[in-house]
């Protein structure tokens, strides 16, 4: 009688354990830290190595053509291309809400980092957004950055950020 209760009693700490000690830091990846870089020093040359490198849009093409073989898809060139341009634009917007909001970027702090699974059912690719609490002086916002994937263990911006003052 006594083993099938320890039986549980060992699957149940497994399971508790594998939650609480499993889940990924994830104010130590490196999109966290290259965005939050990128905004106290207002370089989106550092805001951009957020972005999938060749290898990786290569790796997603047949995946995503998988899902909608009817779609045409660019080149890698052109892909990478426009994510750079897309990228850019919307970093230069945050910073410029950011002025208007009264933040000064070079004195952000980083308060705490959150993580919502937004997963996309026609991908097996984990996805979500990250949002990064800070603090700039008296002025509390989030930064959203919306649409991360973790390609081959490495999380990607592959969509726009957001500002939204506290």
């Known amino acids: 009688m006594k083993s099938p209760i320890y039986f549980l009693f060992f699957i149940t700490s497994f399971l508790v354990c594998q939650t609480s000690f499993g889940q990924e830091n994830f104010e130590k990846t490196k999109i966290v830290t290259n965005v939050f ?5 207002q370089k989106v040359k550092i805001f951009l190595k957020s972005l999938p490198t060749k290898d990786e849009i290569t790796y997603l093409i047949p995946i995503g053509h998988a899902t909608q073989p009817d ?3 660019p080149d890698v060139n052109t892909i990478i291309s426009n994510f750079k341009t897309d990228a850019s634009e919307n970093f230069k917007k945050v ?8 933040i000064e ?4 702090i980083l308060q705490k ?3 919502d699974a937004n997963p996309d059912p026609s991908l097996e690719i984990e996805r979500g957004d990250i949002t990064l609490v800070c603090k700039s002086n008296d002025k509390k916002f989030l930064i959203v950055i919306r649409k991360t994937y973790k390609i081959r263990d490495t999380w990607r911006l ?9």
């Open 113 to 115: 980092v959150r993580y």
């Open 95 to 102: 910073i410029k809400k950011g002025n208007d909001f009264g």
């Open 105 to 108: 970027w070079k004195d952000i």
């Open 158 to 166: 592959m969509n726009r950020m957001k500002i939204t003052l506290l």
């Open 37 to 41: 870089k990128a905004l106290k020093k």
């Open 71 to 73: 779609k045409e898809i």
